[in-house]
């Protein structure tokens, strides 16, 4: 494997373990004179800069507020449903949350999902969670949700938004 594949899947565990990209600030998403880009960086990174392999402040910040929630849960068996939902990662775990944004729910930054992962007073749906949802209410139906495979990688054809959902 080369040290691209190494830094993906680096990059795809610290989506697991609840880092969002890194944010463009010199902290986060340094020039390459400053050691370059961290593991988060949006866009595929070549591993040659120094910061290349490791996790910025920005991501480190996120996955310890995910972790911390998560710490009295590992290695534990399954004792009741509530057990298995975690507020923060991006997952809304039916039954226990209304929306789930990851750290922009923890960081109280998403408009519509508060960080207990309810929605907001008058909130219809998170636009973090659905493609579907803008402005914390959901779209019309017949609107484009997903935009055809021009290119015919994936081989989806277009999504619309269905409104009462069935």
């Known amino acids: 494997m080369t040290m691209e594949h190494y830094i993906v899947v680096a990059h795809e565990l610290g989506h697991n373990?609840?880092?969002q990209h890194d944010t463009e600030s010199t902290e986060c998403t340094p020039p390459n004179s400053a050691g370059g880009n961290f593991i988060m960086y949006t866009?595929?990174?070549?591993?040659?800069?120094i910061n290349n392999k490791f996790?910025?402040?920005?991501?480190?910040?996120?996955?310890?507020?995910v972790l911390d929630v998560k710490k009295g849960l590992c290695f534990k068996g399954e004792e009741d449903a509530k057990s298995k939902f975690i507020c923060g990662n991006n997952k809304v775990e039916i039954g226990f949350e209304e929306c789930d944004s990851g750290t922009l729910t923890l960081d109280?930054?998403?408009?519509?999902?508060?960080?207990?992962?309810?929605?907001?007073?008058?909130?219809?749906?998170?636009?973090a969670d659905s493609k579907c949802c803008k402005n914390c209410f959901f779209e019309s139906s017949g609107v484009v949700c997903i935009v055809a495979d021009v290119q015919n990688i994936t081989c989806n054809g277009a999504s619309f938004c269905r409104y009462p959902f069935i």
């Open 17 to 19: 373990f609840g880092s």
């Open 43 to 49: 866009y595929s990174i070549s591993g040659y800069e």
């Open 55 to 65: 996790f910025s402040p920005c991501s480190i910040t996120s996955m310890a507020k």
């Open 108 to 127: 109280d930054k998403d408009p519509c999902c508060a960080p207990n992962c309810q929605l907001r007073p008058n909130k219809k749906c998170s636009d």
